[in-house]
């Protein structure tokens, strides 16, 4: 008989011996765990080199940069520098006009601290700012481009004459997209607050973020930190959308920072976003006594939800002061506002006319919040002597459903007068814990209203009470009595 090959041995024995193997359990675990063991090893080890890069300062690895436009570039394509000491204004302007050129695009502003004095966007733009990168604004006013006064506020809102352009601005625009992985515009604010307070500024300082008269508005995904003035300023747009922004100031000495104030804007939503801020985090606003009656643009069709703001200084929410165009239908739902001197607040006086109303207040957590409902009808600034007392403003139907809240001092303040009294304001669903032990802590002067169902603190006797039913329980015999004794 013929020998058989020697692989052929080899092959045989192997297919013996396989079968084998697998066929003990034993074995297979062993196998399993092996593999496990090794994977976590080797997770482990990736994990440790990442915090070591980072303790070492390495930097971790950057998010792709998604295309959002056909057309996109750089911003160092430009000649531009992220060190934080060139200027690179020329650089944006090159970028932003090359964009226009082209019908539109995505102008990239990568990781670094990009120094630029202020400069335009373009109509079909998105401007996006990748993870660490930093748009820095020079600090230096002679950098500031001077602009006509807003024609619905009569001149310079802190001086006459012109006023400081924004850092980024925008006129006349369409479809215009500010977002990224969490960059930042950064305005260096703390200079101008210091020549502000020390009286060296001849104009009206500048905002961080200035669109007017455009459309189509989308602004998320970013932070916005120490503007000179206003941060974010929509001033006669429609269709305006601000989604998951971070906005920051020092809460003290950093003044009139409101966080984003919408400004006869039309169909304008603000969600999903912290805001933290010296000033108002919010203003709705729609011009200034007889300038803004003139101006005749209202702030309509504005949902504000889903907000955290802090507010030392002012208020969470505000509508007002500079309110003459009219302000109506706001919603704002699921507002959180902590450690603040108010929550919510509507500011008007004689001379500014126009209306607040159709305003409607949902699911308001009050923590440690000195006044948590204020409506104010003397806050006496104007523009000039121009003004006419006559023009009394419209305050009517206003609602507030679902108010909780700890640590507040004084729940609800309304403070009407027998020339702007407060027209149809309800209140239902509240329950908020207060450090006032005074007894009037629900104040209220000339206003006529509802209570539904039971609330705490007890509403003052200004306010109708109804059963949860809707069944008149008590009507009020004192809508005109005044029933204040706190200065807030």
């Not at 060190?83 to 539109?104: C, L, M, Q």
């Not at 009394?392 to 809240?405: A, Q």
Request: charged share 20%; with cysteine.
């Amino acid at each position: 008989m013929a020998e058989t090959p020697k692989h052929q041995h080899r092959g045989s024995d192997h297919s013996r011996w396989i079968p084998i193997f697998l066929s003990s359990r034993q074995t297979l675990l062993t196998l399993f765990w092996t593999v496990a063991f090794a994977l976590i090893i080797l997770c482990q080890r990736n994990a440790v080199r990442r915090l070591l890069a980072l303790r070492l300062g390495a930097p971790p690895p950057r998010r792709p940069i998604p295309v959002l436009r056909q057309v996109a570039f750089n911003l160092s394509d430009f000649g531009a520098v992220g060190d934080g000491v060139t200027v690179n204004t020329e650089a944006f302007e090159r970028a932003v006009s090359e964009i226009k050129k082209r019908g539109g695009g995505q102008l990239n502003v990568e990781a670094g601290f990009w120094l630029t004095a202020p400069f335009n966007l373009t109509s079909h733009m998105t401007l996006f700012l990748t993870e660490n990168a930093v748009i820095l604004g020079i600090d230096d006013e002679k950098y500031w481009p001077l602009m006509p006064p807003l024609p619905s506020y009569g001149y310079g809102r802190e001086h006459p004459g012109p006023r400081y352009g924004s850092l980024i601005h925008g006129q006349n625009l369409k479809d215009v997209v500010i977002t990224g992985h969490n960059g930042s515009i950064n305005g260096q604010g703390r200079t101008w607050w210091e020549k502000y307070r020390k009286k060296l500024l001849n104009h009206t300082r500048g905002s961080l973020v200035q669109i007017m008269w455009s459309s189509d508005i989308h602004i998320s995904d970013i932070t916005l930190q120490d503007s000179p003035f206003w941060t974010l300023h929509p001033y006669d747009c429609k269709n305006v959308t601000v989604r998951n922004v971070t906005i920051l100031a020092p809460l003290s000495e950093a003044p009139n920072t409101d966080g984003i104030d919408p400004d006869s804007c039309e169909n304008v939503v603000i969600e999903d976003s912290y805001i933290s801020v010296g000033d108002d985090g919010i203003a709705i606003k729609s011009g200034w006594d007889q300038y803004g009656i003139a101006y005749g643009r209202p702030s309509t069709n504005i949902l504000i939800r889903n907000l955290i703001v802090r507010s030392m200084i002012s208020a969470g929410v505000s509508v007002g002061s500079e309110m003459s165009g009219g302000v109506s239908n706001i919603t704002v739902e699921n507002l959180y506002v902590w450690n603040s001197r108010r929550a919510v607040r509507i500011k008007t006086s004689p001379g500014r006319g126009g209306y607040v109303r159709d305003i409607t207040y949902k699911n308001l957590t009050l923590d440690n919040v000195r006044v948590g409902v204020v409506i104010k009808t003397d806050y006496n600034e104007h523009p000039d002597e121009g003004y006419d007392p006559k023009a009394l403003p419209v305050i009517e139907n206003i609602s507030f459903t679902g108010i909780r809240g700890h640590g507040v001092r004084i729940p609800v303040h309304i403070y009407g007068s027998r020339e702007i009294p407060v027209r149809n304001v309800t209140f239902q669903d509240v329950s908020v814990g207060i450090t006032y032990k005074k007894k009037r802590i629900f104040q209220c002067s000339f206003v006529q209203g509802r209570v539904i169902g039971r609330i705490f603190p007890t509403p003052c006797e200004n306010l109708d009470l109804y059963d949860e039913q809707g069944k008149l329980v008590k009507q009020s015999s004192s809508q005109n009595s005044t029933d204040i004794d706190y200065e807030i």
